[in-house]
């Protein structure tokens, strides 16, 4: 019972771009807010952005600028384009559903496998 499925990471140069895909199941996609994650070895799973179902948006401080959050709702999909790559956005991103609650998202859903980003230097 798979719900969210994240694809589209890779190995990319500094200052390259990516785009991620959410997969969302239809009855989850219709009625909640998706967000993207990421965590890093030895770190805490960290918010990066949401999206909301009126298409509000909220980024983290550290990729304000670079990264964009957006929603097709004809394919129940949230994509995390990402551009100008550094090393430090290296990580395992995730998405995940819920609530969003000022800049945090209540999630409701388990953890997936999440897709791997993988910047050079």
């Known amino acids: 019972q798979v719900q969210l499925v994240e694809s589209g990471g890779g190995l990319v140069q500094a200052g390259g771009s990516l785009r991620l895909s959410c997969a969302v199941s239809?009855?989850?996609?219709?009625?909640?807010?998706i967000g993207w994650y990421r965590q890093a070895p030895g770190k805490q799973r960290e918010l990066v952005a949401t999206?909301?179902?009126?298409?509000?948006?909220n980024y983290a401080d550290s990729v304000k600028g670079r990264f964009t959050i957006s929603r097709d709702n004809a394919k129940n999909t949230v994509y995390l384009q990402m551009n100008s790559l550094k090393p430090e956005d290296t990580a395992v991103y995730y998405c995940?559903?819920?609530?969003?609650?000022?800049?945090?998202?209540?999630?409701?859903?388990?953890w997936g496998q999440g897709t791997q980003v993988t910047v050079s230097s």
């Open positions: 999206i909301t179902t009126g298409a509000n948006t």
């Open positions: 239809r009855t989850i996609f219709s009625v909640n807010a």
């Open positions: 995940n559903a819920g609530k969003a609650v000022s800049t945090t998202l209540i999630t409701y859903y388990d």
